[in-house]
C-alpha cells in the first residue's frame, strides 16, 4: 500500500460545480497535513493546512479524519481558474521530517 | 520576499556533462529537499538535509550528489548527465516542527540531449 494516495483524475467538471478530492494516507503517525496546488510546469504551492476540526478559506474546505486516514479537500463554485493539480502531503516526524507527496488528482474546470 | 531561489531555470547538458542546480533560502529553514518532477507525474525526493553538514538519500539518488555546507545553499550536482536526468527540479525548504510546511523555489528545466 503506498502511503499517500490520491486518485489521479482528471475530474473535469463545469464551471460552479462542486468537486470533492479525497486522499488515504497509512501511517497512523502523521501529524501535518496539506494540500498545495501545482500549476502545469510550475512549482507547488501551499493551498490549505488541513486540520481535524476542519478549516475554510473562500471557496476551499479542508477536513481531517484521523480515525479512517483521510483529507479531503471542497471546491465549491468552481472557476475556470481552479483547474490545476491538487497534490496532498502528508508529514510524519521521528527525529526528523519525513514528507509524503501523493501523485496528485488533475482538475479541469469546463465553461 | 526572495523565499526559495534556484539557478538555472533552465539549462541543456550534454550527455557526459556535469553540472550543478543551486539552491538557496532566506528563511533559516534547517530542512531542506531537491525533487525532480518528469512529464505527468509526482514529485520524487532525491535528496534532503536536516541542516547544515547533515544530508541523507532519498528515493532516487542515483546519478545525483548534493551537500549542505551552510543553512541557506543545497546545491544538486549532477555527475555524467544521462538522458535520464531530463527533468524539472523542484528545490524546497521547510522549518520543520510544528507545521513542517514546504517552501518551493520556481524549479529548474534541465534537459539532457
Known amino acids: 500500500r503506498k502511503e499517500v494516495e490520491q486518485d489521479p483524475g482528471p475530474f473535469n467538471v463545469p464551471e460552479g460545480a462542486t468537486v470533492a478530492f479525497n486522499c488515504t494516507y497509512s501511517n497512523s503517525a502523521s501529524q501535518s497535513f496539506f494540500w498545495y496546488r501545482q500549476d502545469c510546469r510550475k512549482e507547488p504551492k501551499l493551498l490549505m493546512s488541513v486540520y481535524s476540526s476542519g478549516n475554510e478559506d473562500g471557496r476551499f474546505t479542508a477536513q481531517l479524519n484521523r480515525a479512517s486516514q483521510y483529507i479531503s479537500l471542497l471546491i465549491r463554485d468552481s472557476k475556470l481558474s481552479d483547474s490545476a493539480t491538487y497534490l496532498c502531503v502528508v508529514i510524519h516526524f521521528r527525529g526528523y521530517q519525513k514528507v509524503t507527496f501523493g501523485t496528485g488528482t488533475k482538475l479541469q474546470v469546463i465553461p | 520576499n526572495a523565499g526559495v531561489t534556484q539557478t538555472p531555470k533552465f539549462h541543456i547538458l550534454k550527455i557526459g556533462q556535469s553540472m550543478t542546480l543551486q539552491c538557496t533560502q532566506d528563511?533559516?529553514?534547517?530542512?531542506m529537499y531537491w525533487y525532480r518532477q518528469d512529464p505527468g507525474m509526482g514529485l520524487k525526493l532525491i535528496y534532503y538535509s536536516v541542516g547544515a553538514g547533515i544530508t541523507d538519500k532519498g528515493e532516487v539518488p542515483n546519478g545525483y550528489n548534493v551537500s549542505r555546507s551552510t543553512t541557506e545553499d543545497f546545491p544538486l550536482r549532477l555527475e555524467l548527465a544521462a538522458p535520464s536526468q531530463t527533468s524539472v527540479y523542484f528545490c524546497a525548504s521547510s522549518q520543520g516542527l510544528p507545521t513542517g510546511e514546504l517552501f518551493f523555489g520556481e524549479g529548474s528545466r534541465l534537459t539532457v540531449l
Open positions: 528563511m533559516n529553514h534547517n530542512y
